[in-house]
């Protein structure tokens, strides 16, 4: 064969080999515990996201100071055989593979007296998604006092993550106030933007309202009303403390002036379907009427879905982190209040 022949068709097989080769990511590369948790504080990009000074811990490591890992947690972790503190998978199944951290991100400090030692006590899980060039942080406790045991499955040929949580119940026949616990389990997944739980089968149902108010806690929640119609027409009601800007040293000045204003719009339509969509694939009307945290002086919320022609579903969420999905839902809904062009009529 012709020696030009040849050295041509080598070309063409090495450029064919080179192009079906998945081209590998900086979290691919990542195989150490030092280079993860390098790659993790790099990721930083404000004192906000608390990845600056992370420390990367196996769950096993967290002592007694780190109060959300509970001995029930510990005895899971076991039985589980989570024994790393960083897993890989492609959570938004997006083709590109993301990171799970388990560790310390430094949010909480305490003193032991005595080793006489400055000691930490915040425990986080967190995934890290590599989305068109840029990452993406998203912590996977449902609320800032929760830990969760993240655990890695597939469905599907899929990557899913299964959290496992201690809940704690009040036991309401006990002369004192005594919570007894017990391990739940949700599989969670990336979609609408953020963690929420996976639902093979999302029903179709057609929401007709929405109506979600908030009350007050101790401290600066924004209190307000919204009535979203499915033909977009809206009001905001505006109670206290909706136009706060905490940056601004006037806002005491709101404080004591409360800001007591109604606003309509006729709301986006894509904003709309985005809501009834995360409604039906929360299951919305199988969800529970009541939500609560077991700490004091948080806020509450009230979600009023009127759907079908004449259905209404309520639910009351003390401290606004129901499920995962929920927590989405409220997210969306507060963002509203700053993503429509509202009109002042009183």
């Known amino acids: 064969m012709d020696r030009k022949i040849v050295f041509f068709l080598i070309i063409l097989i090495n450029q064919f080999y080179f192009s079906q ?19 993790v504080r790099s990721c930083s990009k404000s004192e906000k996201d608390h990845l600056s000074e992370f420390e990367l811990k196996t769950i096993q490591s967290f002592d007694e100071n780190y109060h959300s890992v509970t001995e029930l947690l510990r005895n899971t972790v076991k039985k589980l055989g989570i024994t790393k503190s ?5 959570f938004d199944h997006n083709g590109k593979t993301d990171l799970l951290i388990i560790g310390d991100d430094k949010t909480c400090g305490g003193y032991d007296s005595e080793t006489k030692k400055n000691t930490s006590c915040s425990s986080v899980v967190i995934i890290i998604l590599d989305i068109d060039g840029s990452y993406e942080i998203k912590n996977l406790g449902p609320n800032f006092h929760t830990f969760v045991i993240p655990l890695v499955i597939q469905i599907n040929s899929q990557d899913f993550l299964k959290v496992f949580y201690d809940v704690a119940v009040e036991d309401i026949n006990a002369k004192e106030l005594i919570f007894n616990h017990h391990i739940e389990s949700r599989i969670v997944e990336y979609k ?25 806690c ?11 119609n ?3 027409t809206s009001t905001f009601y505006a109670d206290s403390y909706n136009f706060i800007d905490f940056k601004n040293a006037e806002f005491v000045k709101e404080i004591s002036d409360p800001d007591r204003k109604t606003f309509e719009v006729v709301v986006k339509q894509n904003n709309f379907r985005e ?14 009427d009541n939500y609560a945290v ?4 948080d806020q509450s919320s ?8 004449g259905k209404v579903k309520t639910i009351e969420d003390y401290g606004l982190s129901g499920t995962y999905g929920l927590k989405l839902l409220y997210k969306k809904l507060f963002d509203l209040r700053f993503n429509q062009d509202w009109k002042l009529i009183k």
């Not at 080769?21 to 691919?28: A, G, T």
């Not at 929420?196 to 908030?214: A, C, F």
């Not at 809501?275 to 529970?288: H, K, S």
Request: proline share 3%; charged share 25%; glycine share 6%.
């Open 86 to 90: 960083f897993y890989k998978g492609d």
């Open 275 to 288: 809501l009834e969509n995360i409604l039906n694939y929360i299951d919305f009307q199988n969800l529970l």
């Open 218 to 228: 101790y401290g600066y929640c924004p209190i307000f009303k919204l009535e979203i």
């Open 302 to 309: 009230k979600l009023k879905i009127f759907y079908d022609n």
């Open 230 to 232: 499915k033909n977009g």
């Open 192 to 216: 609408f933007g953020n963690i929420i739980e996976y639902n093979p089968q999302p029903g179709k149902l057609s929401v007709d309202k929405i109506v979600y108010e908030t009350e007050m």
């Open 294 to 297: 077991h700490w004091t002086d």
């Open 21 to 39: 080769s998945k081209v590998l990511s900086k979290i691919d590369s990542l195989e150490t515990e030092l280079e993860v948790e390098s790659f």
